[in-house]
């Protein structure tokens, strides 16, 4: 079954310095694998996504991701972090085996920039 | 990308009454999605919501307790039925065109059962 884990509840970062979410897979076949970010009381919000091509992935508001293969991973990743990214962020990947196409979340891992 | 409108954003409501969320996509999209979200928490999915015939349904989760209507490609309801405390939480809808392309959300539902 097509899987993700994010093994940090919590990741705590200075304003500035680069951050890291951390995200490995589990799946069969070929992942399309995505990121999203939840502002208090909002909605899911998409910010990158691999589906194929390169391994390092650029997405919104300066974020992005590097697909690696050999280690089953899909971390996220900002080099100068703001108060401002504190936020909860989700890894997904898509189940395309079971031919639903649902997206199957992580636990979540909820990013604290400090000032 | 297309947009989700998603009412009520709140409600408090009496256990054993309905609440019905609506969300309303501002184009057509292949598949709409319905997920509950414990605040801080992961999302669980309830159902898919298929146009013109009955939800599909996870383990878990039932028609009569959470009936859901899509009667066309933009538009879907989720009945949260003969409510009690248990069921406060979070519902958030999402369009989706599978394969690889993202799915986006509505802003979600804060549902509280007093």
């Known amino acids: 079954a097509q899987s993700v884990a994010q093994p940090e509840d919590q990741v705590n970062v200075a304003e500035g310095n680069p951050l890291t979410v951390k995200c490995t897979y589990s799946v069969s076949g070929n992942p399309y694998l995505f990121w999203y970010v939840q502002y208090p009381n909002r909605g899911l919000q998409f910010l990158l996504k691999?589906?194929?091509?390169?391994?390092l992935v650029k997405g919104s508001y300066g974020f992005e991701a590097e697909f690696n293969k050999s280690q089953t991973s899909f971390h996220l990743k900002k080099p100068s972090a703001l108060v401002s990214d504190s936020a909860l962020y989700f890894c997904?990947?898509?189940?395309?085996?079971?031919?639903?196409?649902?997206?199957?979340f992580g636990t979540g891992t909820r990013l604290q920039v400090f000032p | 990308s297309a947009v989700i409108s998603q009412k009520p954003s709140r409600d408090i409501c009496q256990r054993g009454t309905s609440l019905t969320i609506q969300c309303q996509v501002d184009?057509?999209?292949?598949?709409m999605f319905w997920y509950r979200q414990q605040p801080g928490q992961s999302l669980t999915l309830i159902a898919t919501?298929?146009?013109?015939?009955?939800?599909?349904?996870e383990s878990g989760f039932v028609i009569d307790k959470f009936p859901i209507s899509r009667p066309n490609l933009t538009f879907s309801t989720l009945t949260v039925s003969n409510m009690s405390p248990e069921d406060s939480s979070i519902y958030l809808c999402?369009?989706?065109?599978?394969?690889?392309?993202?799915?986006?959300f509505g802003q979600g539902t804060r549902l509280t059962v007093v």
């Open positions: 919501a298929n146009q013109g015939s009955e939800a599909t349904y």
């Open positions: 997904a990947v898509r189940d395309i085996p079971s031919g639903t196409d649902k997206l199957i």
């Open positions: 184009s057509q999209v292949t598949m």
């Open positions: 999402s369009g989706d065109d599978r394969g690889n392309t993202e799915a986006f």
């Open positions: 691999y589906i194929t091509g390169d391994n």
